[in-house]
């Protein structure tokens, strides 16, 4: 298919739903701008292939509720978070589709919160009016069966992290489309864990949006997990709004997944503000993985730091795009970027483009991206010390991934990734019919509520 045959496959599936006003803005939009073309470098090693392979339905309207967590065996030991899954792209409940605590914290399905916080809801997607989405944005927007909708009121700090699961458990193919908002109003602080998991082996595709604001002074630490089976395609757009004085902290972790391409849109809006992006991939077989990142620096007095590792084996494919863009008015800003990936065999392929577009004199600013082999020299010095060569791969390829996890400040959570990062290099990862992360572990989860 070219671009054009791709996007009238993915323009049929709007023609066959109706729509609300507000969701025929997006369509419009989606029509207009139609799929992304290599010459959009966000996009430019895409491999749109699997449309040839495959025909995609969309999921059931009506899905009864199931405990998916008893199949999922994601757990991080001693370690409280607020749990809420989706099945198929649909909010699983068993009364409510949203959860209002007695602090004001709102958790739940996004459809039914537009019912019942539209006001504030709208308020805030004032901002995201303003700045351009890519089509696959507003695709997800214009057919999104649900997605999560979190509210923060101001100065609470939430002290158990949030984690959202959302599952795809299917015998048929299915083409899934998520939005979910995040709202965090001045001086509130978020831990939010958002996992991607693969219950089946059916070649499905979900494109998500996910829109998140955080208030003046606000913190938030965002944790996404991805660990798909190798017949999905999973396309994730992340939007972020800063306001002054607000900090942001991004992990990306990519375990597993057929062809997995993560977007993240950062605006500094706000003075003061300053965001820190991390990722993680680890790619194997003929798997494919792009993580492409856009920080906006609008304003002045704002700081970026940008680390992605990666380590590419077999015949897998992996692609890291970092734009830095600098306002004229920006001044002051401080914006840094670094990629390293490791190629294991000589058939991996690596495409990094790390780039700054900068219009303003007074900043301090620098990108670098490396892609190499494991050191001989260091593989060496271990087996001198007694240690196989299989070991001292090994090692070095922990110690890589994990600098990714050294400003983690959840030490249960960081004993969790080292532990994932652990059975994946040593082939004990290799995607299954139940969640993959950890096996033959004993399921517990701590569910309660929080503390006024």
């Not at 207009?32 to 010459?39: D, N, Q, V, Y």
């Not at 899934?176 to 595709?205: F, G, M, P, R, W």
């Not at 089976?229 to 999973?234: A, E, G, V």
């Not at 390293?340 to 065999?345: A, R, S």
Request: charged letters at 20%; a negative charge; aromatic letters at 10%.
């Amino acid at each position: 298919m070219n671009n054009i045959e791709i996007s009238k496959y993915f323009a049929s599936f709007i023609q066959q739903n109706t729509l609300s006003e507000e969701r025929k803005v997006f369509a419009q939009h989606f029509i207009e701008k139609g799929i992304p073309s290599a010459k959009d470098e966000m996009w430019k090693n895409f491999n749109w292939n699997f449309l040839n392979e495959n025909t995609y339905i969309e999921p059931s309207e009506n899905i009864e509720y199931q405990n998916i967590i008893e199949n999922i065996h994601c757990n991080v030991q001693n370690f409280d978070a607020y749990l809420f899954s989706f099945l198929n792209g649909r909010y699983m409940h068993k009364q409510a589709p949203l959860t209002i605590f007695p602090n004001g914290v709102v958790i739940g399905s996004l459809l039914q919160a537009k019912q019942q916080y539209s006001d504030l809801i709208n308020r805030y997607l004032q901002q995201s009016q303003q700045q351009k989405h890519s089509s696959l944005f507003d695709l997800a927007s214009t057919l999104y069966q649900d997605g999560f909708f979190i509210y923060v009121p101001q100065g609470l700090n939430l002290k158990n992290a949030i984690q959202i699961i959302n599952a795809i458990n299917t015998d048929k193919n299915l083409f899934i489309n998520t939005k979910n908002i995040v709202i965090l109003e001045k001086n509130a602080s978020l831990q939010l864990i958002h996992c991607d998991e693969s219950l089946s082996q059916e070649h499905t595709l979900l494109n998500s949006a996910t829109e998140i604001f955080v208030g003046e002074n606000a913190h938030l630490d965002y944790y996404k997990l991805e660990n798909k089976d190798n017949h999905s395609i999973l396309i994730n757009d992340l939007t972020l709004y800063q306001s002054e004085k607000s900090q942001v902290n991004t992990y990306t972790n990519v375990f597993n997944g057929g062809c997995v391409h993560n977007t993240i849109h950062s605006h500094l809006i706000g003075e003061n503000a300053e965001i820190k992006l991390n990722g993680l991939f680890l790619v194997d077989k003929q798997q494919q993985v792009s993580n492409c990142l856009s920080v906006h620096h609008h304003v002045p007095k704002c700081k970026s730091t940008q680390l992605y590792n990666g380590i590419v084996d077999d015949k897998a494919q992996a692609n890291f795009i970092g734009h830095i863009f600098v306002a004229p008015d920006a001044q002051k800003t401080e914006a840094y970027q670094i990629n390293h990936n490791i190629l294991l065999t000589d058939e991996a392929t690596m495409h990094a483009n790390p780039f700054l577009e900068i219009y303003a004199d007074d900043v301090k600013c620098s990108h670098g991206a490396t892609i190499g082999q494991l050191d001989n020299d260091a593989i060496f010095y271990l087996r001198s010390r007694g240690i196989c060569e299989k070991n001292a791969k090994m090692l070095l390829m922990h110690a890589f991934a994990k600098e990714v996890f050294a400003h983690i400040n959840i030490a249960n959570l960081v004993d969790y990734l080292e532990s994932l990062v652990e059975k994946r290099l040593s082939g004990q990862n290799i995607s299954c019919v139940n969640c993959n992360l950890c096996s033959n572990q004993t399921i517990h989860f701590d569910i309660k509520m929080p503390e006024l």
